[in-house]
Structures are given as C-alpha cells and as structure tokens.
C-alpha cells in the first residue's frame, strides 16, 4: 500500500514545480559531494563497508538524475497526446531507482563475499570514520528538505529518492560499527557488515519498485481517503448518495470521479451547482485533483450505493 501522503498548506504549481526542482538538485549536488569523499576514504582505507558506501553513493547519482530528468517531464503540462499530464514519469523513475539500488546490493554482496574469502586488513580507519560521519550529516539535511518536499507535493519521485537515501543512513551507521569493530581486531566484522548492508539495500529496492508500480497500475487511494471524500460528498446539502468513487494518483494529481444520486426533479442548473459544491469541498484536501462528477436522479441507484 502507497504510504499515506501527508499534505500541509496548499501549493500553486510554479511553487510545486520550484520544490520539486530544487530537490532534484539537492540530491545531484549531495551525492556528488559524498562520492568523491568516499572514493578518498576507500582509497586510503581499503575497507569493504566503505567501498560498499562509496558503490551506493555512485548509484545515488545515477538514480537522482534519473529522477531529475523524470521530475522535468511529468511538470510538463497536459498536451493532445497526454491529457491527463506526464505525471507517471515519477513512477518509472521510481522503478528506475529501484533497478539502481538492486544492482548495487548485487555487487557489494559479491564484493562482500569476496572479502570474506580473502580477508585484508584495513588501514586509516580514522579517515574513514572522518568521511561517514560527514556523509551522515549530509544526508540527514537532504532527508529533511526531502521531507518538506514530499509534504507539500506528494511526489512519487521525490518519495522514492528520500527512501533510498534513509537507507544510507542506515549504510553509512553500518560502515562506521564495522570501522570500528575492525579496529578493535573484529577484521571479520567488515564484510560481515557489508552482507548485511546489500540486505538492507535490496530489501529497500522492492519497497520502492512495490510503490512504483501501484502507481503505474492506478492502485485506489487508501481506504481512509475514500471514505474522507464520500463524507465530503454527502455532506453537500442536495446530495442524496453517492456511488461509483474511483481514484488514483498520477504523479502530483490525484484524479477522483464519482456518481451523485440526487432528487429526480431537480432543475439541471442546480444539479450542477450542487456538483460544483461538491467539488470545491473535495479539492479542499485535494488541491490539485481532477475531479469528474456524474449526477444520476436517485431513483435510478441506491442513496448509499459505494
């Protein structure tokens, strides 16, 4: 199940738009950063849970402009050929990361395996610790700026990077005990460590293909959120039932259509007019929804027909 999106004070597009490009950026710019310091930690250390954390790094930058470039698209308005927008780019980007991060916990398992059959010894520990732990601080301000982001957008794409990069936080925690056990003579605790952390990985590879691809297949809203927008329906002085609520998410929007019963004899005006009411409650707590009413004369369904 998608993880509920929590949303704060509603955002215009260009401001949307702004957020989500600055944290494309953001996360270019700290993966970057963080590679050429772990490549000089790996370098002096010759530590197989650094090089994990360095391989990890590496494909940060790959899975963050893949998101990048995915995040450009699906901001491109609707156009004759797409007319409920591009907002599904988020998703394969999201499958896309998860291709990423599950080819890097293949190859630190392999390196790992490697290590634990020829063990080496690891030198300079206190570069390497030096490195983790200013990689640490690092992510924590992304994850932070990310957590804004997704708060106020609801980004699939951003949602999916702040995930991998929590689980370098998780990567990095692992690099340092495994630096320091080796320093009190655990050698074996390395590759040890760097299994566990391609563990870790790969099982954070299916959580985002899994959000991915309930995307991509249109999965319903969950069922909190249903039963919020029904409320919001019935709640619209006139309406009589409602029926036939469909949802999903489509990057950034989130399309809902659903059926009205009202009285057979009312004025068409004011079916719409209710309509409209109706519509303004749900777009509410859904600002940037497209929203699709039907309205049926009550005589031809059930008042409380789902």
């Known amino acids: 199940m998608m993880p509920k999106t929590q949303r704060s004070v509603p955002l215009g597009a260009a401001e949307a738009a702004r957020l989500l490009r600055l944290a494309t950026y953001a996360s270019v710019a700290t993966a970057s950063a963080l590679i050429l310091a772990k490549l000089g930690a790996w370098l002096v250390t010759g530590s197989i849970s650094v090089l994990a954390s360095l391989v990890d790094s590496a494909l940060d930058v790959g ?5 990048l470039l995915a995040v450009r698209w699906s901001l491109m308005p609707p156009d004759a050929e797409h007319r409920f927008g591009h907002g599904k780019a988020e998703a394969l980007a999201a499958l896309g990361q998860a291709t990423f ?3 890097s916990a ?3 398992t392999i390196q790992a395996v490697d290590r634990l059959l020829h063990p080496q010894p690891i030198e300079q520990t206190a570069v390497g610790l030096i490195v983790i732990g200013l990689a640490i601080l690092l992510t924590l301000a992304l994850l932070a700026f990310q957590h804004h982001v997704i708060r106020q957008t609801g980004s699939a794409a951003i949602r999916a990077d702040s995930l991998h990069y929590a689980t370098d936080l998780a990567t990095n925690a692992a690099t340092i005990a495994a630096l320091l056990l080796a320093t009190a003579g655990w050698s074996m605790a390395d590759p040890v460590f760097g299994l566990a952390i391609g563990a870790y990985i790969l099982y954070s590879a299916a959580r985002i293909a899994r959000d991915a691809i309930d995307l991509l297949m249109d999965r319903e809203l969950p069922e909190d959120q249903r039963r919020q927008i029904q409320e919001q329906a019935r709640a619209v002085p006139g309406v009589r039932g409602v029926h036939g609520l469909r949802t ?3 990057g950034r929007i ?3 259509q659903l059926h009205l019963s009202l009285d057979d004899s009312l004025a068409l005006i004011e079916a719409h007019r209710i309509g409209e009411a109706v519509a303004q409650r749900i777009r509410a707590d859904y600002p940037s929804a497209d929203i699709l009413i039907h309205q049926d004369p009550v005589s031809l ?3 409380s027909q789902d």
Do not use: Q
């Not at 899975?63 to 998101?67: D, G, I, K, R, T």
């Open 63 to 67: 899975a963050s402009l893949l998101n």
């Open 101 to 103: 991060i599950a080819g």
């Open 106 to 108: 293949v190859f630190l």
């Open 248 to 250: 999903h998410r489509s």
């Open 254 to 256: 989130t399309l809902i």
């Open 301 to 303: 369904g059930e008042e």
